[in-house]
């Protein structure tokens, strides 16, 4: 992984990863991390803070803006047939309500994530490293037992990483 704050930039592995792999895949993860070093970029870098800050914020503004608060209070009391207040049913219909939203917000953010490590591969791949990456990778698909292959949607939604399988055919 990569340290990248301001002032301060340190790429940090495993010291099982050491022991169990072999120079040429260590030179090339470094030169994978030395990539996401190389091609940072601000901007995009802060969608992967899009989901978080959208979440306090929209926490913030439910803080101190009582009244859609107490509204929707009052709609869930009479949908309900309720005598009193049920936060914890307020809390569970409000993240029913946006988890859809948060679920494109985490799509967005995962395709930014996934563009970063594809730039990355390629400056594995530029030093010289492509092979040793791919063996890296074909290595921890197995020894991790990971789905190489998932199928686009869920990749597109859930995954902050491309699939083995699209990583190798780009390699």
């Given at each position: 992984?990569?340290?990248?704050?301001?002032?301060r930039?340190?790429?940090?592995?495993?010291?099982n990863?050491?022991?169990?792999?072999?120079h040429?895949?260590?030179?090339?993860?470094?030169?994978h991390?030395?990539?996401?070093?190389?091609?940072?970029?601000?901007?995009?870098?802060?969608?992967?803070l899009?989901?978080?800050?959208?979440?306090?914020?929209?926490?913030?503004?439910?803080?101190?803006?009582?009244?859609?608060?107490?509204?929707?209070?009052n709609?869930?009391?009479?949908s309900?047939?309720?005598?009193?207040?049920?936060?914890?049913?307020?809390?569970?219909?409000?993240?029913?309500?946006f988890?859809p939203v948060?679920?494109l917000?985490?799509?967005?953010?995962?395709?930014?994530?996934?563009?970063?490590?594809?730039?990355?591969?390629?400056?594995?791949?530029?030093?010289?490293?492509?092979?040793?990456?791919?063996?890296?990778?074909?290595?921890?698909?197995?020894?991790?037992?990971?789905?190489?292959n998932?199928?686009?949607?869920?990749?597109?939604?859930e995954?902050?990483?491309?699939?083995?399988?699209?990583?190798?055919a780009?390699?």
């Amino acid at each position: 992984m990569v340290l990248n704050v301001p002032r301060r930039r340190e790429i940090a592995i495993a010291d099982n990863f050491l022991n169990e792999n072999s120079h040429g895949e260590l030179m090339a993860v470094v030169a994978h991390e030395i990539g996401h070093l190389k091609h940072r970029r601000n901007l995009a870098d802060l969608g992967s803070l899009l989901a978080p800050a959208l979440l306090f914020l929209l926490i913030w503004l439910l803080l101190t803006w009582p009244a859609p608060v107490a509204m929707m209070n009052n709609w869930i009391m009479q949908s309900f047939g309720l005598s009193t207040t049920s936060y914890y049913l307020d809390i569970l219909l409000v993240a029913l309500a946006f988890g859809p939203v948060l679920t494109l917000i985490n799509a967005v953010s995962n395709s930014l994530q996934r563009k970063n490590e594809y730039e990355a591969d390629r400056e594995a791949v530029r030093v010289g490293y492509g092979s040793d990456l791919a063996e890296m990778f074909k290595k921890a698909a197995r020894d991790e037992l990971i789905n190489v292959n998932p199928h686009h949607v869920i990749e597109t939604l859930e995954y902050g990483h491309p699939g083995t399988a699209n990583r190798l055919a780009a390699i």
